[in-house]
């Protein structure tokens, strides 16, 4: 099915983890649908050429591959496990463009917490229930472990009380699902979050630029969301102590204090996190004053 070359049609989750953070970055992106109701499946740009589809998330991979849509926010997870399930067919060609930074989990091994674990290779001729056959079995081969794959849709952690399995593959976020089913988390196969994904060819036609603005934006949107404004004050000696501790600061200004020839004024755009420990640290440094402001929009 042809897409029309002047839109960009872009999937995501109707309900459920990655809903609301998702419509929130491309509200603060700037990009609006004539409905904001959930039950409708296909909401329309407002005064932009993207629109939406509202989908489950696990339908997204198969509608980007099929050029039923153009883009799609979804779980790594999802986007890796049906990846491989296309491996050489003619949709085969998912990538991920840019990852969102939220919906983070992680895919990993648990078995129950009685057992022993002294490694991978204890799963040998072992069954291990999951809803990610294709990363696991892709995970089993490269470390050459013999196990039965017993595939599930969901309520994973089940399968080893009703006798199905010995050890599960699954999403852990808090480990709170494990800790109440008696498992321990063993291996992870791999470290999740929501991501940008689309083909790996251009399209060839209008889409590509119109691709490359809703990147622009999306991204623009990320680096404010890590961006932070510091300002403080340092005497001049303490200066290159407080500057290592902004490494990623971009271009410092430094500028004299009024009335104070020893002192000078710091103001730094962090683009990574500003914890409480790196303020201290800075502290003890010598700097004063500490002040750490939100960045609203960032014109590069
Ligand atoms: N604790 C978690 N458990 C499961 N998924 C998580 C967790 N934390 C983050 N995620 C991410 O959120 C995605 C969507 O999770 P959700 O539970 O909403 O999916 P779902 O039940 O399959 O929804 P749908 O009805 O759309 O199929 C997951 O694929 C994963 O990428
Ligand atoms: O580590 P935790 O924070 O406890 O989260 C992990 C659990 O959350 C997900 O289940 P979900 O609640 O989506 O149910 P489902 O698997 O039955 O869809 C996942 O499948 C785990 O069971
Ligand atoms: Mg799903």
Redesign the pocket.
Known sequence: MSRPADRLRVAM???????DPARNLLKQAGFQFRSSDKDQLFCYGDGCAVDLVL????DIPQLIAENVCDLGI?????LQEKALELRGTAHAGLQELMPLAF???RLSLAVPNGLDWRGPSDLDGRRIATSYPELLGEYLQQQGIGAEIVALK?SVEIAIKLGKADAICD????GA?LVANGLKETEILLQ???VLACQNTPFGDGRDALLADFLARIDGVMKVQASKLILCQTGKRELDAVLRLLPDAVAPVISPVWGDDEALNVQALCTSAVTWQRLEAMKSAGARGLMVLPVEKLLA
Request: glycine fraction near 18%; hydrophobic fraction near 25%; charge should be positive.
């Open positions: 989750q109707k309900s459920g983890r990655l809903s989908v489950r998330d696990d979804v779980g790594r997870n999802v919906g983070g989990c969901g999403l852990v976020s808090s699902t999740s979050e929501a």
